[in-house]
Structure formats: structure tokens, C-alpha cells
């Protein structure tokens, strides 16, 4: 389940994000057909993963309101190779305070529905790079980083990127997927996403709305 656009960006997205592909050369094509079907041709490798992995029925689906919901520790993140970001960016509050503004005024769905979730991907000055609305804030994450990566900008190692709703596991696993070094929410993270990005040197930024903020793991990047 998705909102339709951007679906060569959901398909290739999820596939990176899940750690499904990992370079451009594992992309053979991307065609769109028609407005609703898009295929993405991958190399064999990419279903080796998928049949030899302990949770196939993890890859099976994409559910709009919790993403892919399964594998849920920090162990699951070292397993799939996942390290530590060392990124050195850092930024000052006032451009934090402004990303929320920015999001607002470029959810052009939103503004006529008020029901979507929405992505934002911006640099260290706090200027947008690319937005993404969705029915799932996991789906418009994957819209973000597979508009990156079909543009070759991966790794995003001096980005930020904000999300509406909550932040939770696997919304800090696909930035970390991205390389994403600062990651923040206008609503709360969960235990396990603070966990996690603490572990794997995200920093997290939690209640982005108004004049404040509150930042969970990883301060330093905050001058």
C-alpha cells in the first residue's frame, strides 16, 4: 500500500534500505509502463537474499501504517553489516527549528488531505533537497533514498533528514541504511530507535516543533 508517484523511487528505496542491494551495478533497469507499474530489473544476488533469508515473509510485503516490521535488535543491524556513522557534520538549532516550516509548506497532498506522511531531505544549512509524501512515513523515507540513490548521492553522510510522526526502528535503520547522520521527528522516538541510532552514532532529534527540540543520542553534532 502506497500513495502512487515516485514508485521507481519506493521500489528501488526499499530494496536499499533493506540491505537488498548495496551497489548501483546489482540495478540492471528501472522502467516505469504505465502510470501504476513500475519494474526494477536487479541481478540474481538480490533473490539469493531474499530465499536464504531466516524471515522470507519479511520481504513479502510492504504495510503503509509500519513499514517491515520483523527483525528488531541491534544484533539483526551487525548482521546485516551496518556500522557505526562517523560522520563529523554539525549544525545549529536555528536551522533544526526551521525544517518543520519548510516540510509544511512543500506537502502540497497535505494541504488538501491532512492525511499523509511526509520525508524531507535537507543539507547542513537546512536547505530542502528533495520532499516525499506517502500514506506511510516508512514509505516516503524510501522515496527519499531512492531519489538519492538514482541520482548517485549515496551515502547522505551530510544530510538530515525529518520525518512527520514518530520516529521509530525502521525509520533509524533505513537512515542508517543512507548513511544519515542526523535524523529528527516532530513527534516522539521509541525505546528501540533511541537505542539504536545511540549504538550506530545517529544523532536523534525528537519533538522538532515550535521553538524546541529535544536531541536523545549523539549531542555533539548540535553547536
Not at 21 to 46: A, L
Not at 55 to 66: E, G, I, K, P, T
Amino acid at each position: 500500500m502506497r500513495t502512487p508517484g515516485h514508485d521507481d523511487e519506493l521500489g528501488i528505496g526499499f530494496l536499499f534500505s533493506e540491505g537488498l542491494i548495496s551497489n548501483y551495478s546489482q540495478v540492471r533497469s528501472v522502467e516505469q509502463r504505465t502510470p501504476n507499474s513500475t519494474f526494477i530489473q536487479v541481478d540474481t544476488g538480490t533473490f539469493a537474499k531474499i530465499k536464504h533469508s531466516e524471515s522470507l515473509n519479511r520481504y513479502s510485503f510492504v504495510n503503509a501504517s509500519c513499514g517491515i516490521c520483523g527483525r528488531t535488535s541491534i544484533e539483526d543491524l551487525r548482521e546485516k553489516g551496518f556500522t557505526r556513522i562517523e560522520s563529523t557534520m554539525t549544525v545549529p538549532p536555528h536551522v533544526l527549528l526551521d525544517l518543520p516550516n519548510q516540510m509544511r509548506s512543500a506537502q502540497k497532498i497535505f494541504h488538501y488531505t491532512g492525511g499523509l506522511h511526509a520525508a524531507g531531505l535537507f543539507d547542513a544549512r537546512g536547505e530542502s533537497i528533495c520532499l516525499r509524501e506517502d500514506i506511510g512515513r516508512h514509505n516516503a523515507v524510501d522515496k527519499i533514498i531512492g531519489d538519492a540513490w538514482l541520482r548517485e548521492l549515496l551515502p547522505l553522510t551530510i544530510q538530515i533528514l525529518m520525518v512527520s510522526g514518530r520516529l521509530s526502528y525502521e525509520i533509524v535503520q533505513k537512515s542508517l541504511s543512507a548513511r544519515i547522520p542526523i535524523l529528527a521527528a516532530v513527534s516522539a522516538p521509541s525505546h528501540l530507535a533511541v537505542k539504536v541510532a545511540h549504538e550506530f552514532g545517529i544523532t536523534l532529534i525528537g519533538f522538532l516543533r515550535d521553538d524546541r527540540f529535544n536531541v536523545y543520542t549523539n549531542a555533539e553534532r548540535i553547536r
